[in-house]
């Protein structure tokens, strides 16, 4: 099972990202899909999660400005960030959990840089 994260890089302050994440390989459930991320110097911590049955959760510090979608048919998850802040600055990691296998996947992560 491979997770390819996209769509990260720099942007300005106030400014939008589109954040994909592709799951392939051989997994035929995908119960809840997430975005996690790091600052340097940070512990990891959850961003969004969005479930098989369409609920979604938020960290605080996103709510309102982050938006967490998934399409079943590609196997994606995707996160769509707008009015982002220098805090915002992460490495920001896609996560799947499968019930079939009861594992955790893992992509390699893709840089969120939030400067001017």
């Known amino acids: 099972v491979q997770l390819q994260a996209s769509g990260g890089g720099l942007v300005q302050p106030g400014g939008s990202l589109r954040l994909s994440c592709a799951v392939s390989?051989?997994?035929?459930?995908?119960?809840?899909m997430a975005w996690y991320r790091q600052a340097p110097g940070k512990q990891r911590e959850l961003v969004a999660k969005?479930?098989?049955?369409?609920?979604?959760n938020y960290a605080d510090s996103v709510k309102g400005r982050f938006t967490i979608s998934r399409d079943n048919a590609k196997n994606t998850v995707y996160l769509q960030m707008s009015g982002l802040k220098p805090e915002d600055t992460a490495v920001y990691y896609c996560?799947?959990?499968?019930?079939?296998?009861?594992?955790?996947?893992w992509g390699q992560g893709t840089l969120v840089t939030v400067s001017s």
């Open positions: 996560n799947v959990y499968s019930s079939q296998s009861m594992r955790y996947y």
């Open positions: 390989g051989s997994i035929s459930t995908i119960n809840s």
């Open positions: 969005i479930f098989s049955g369409g609920s979604t």
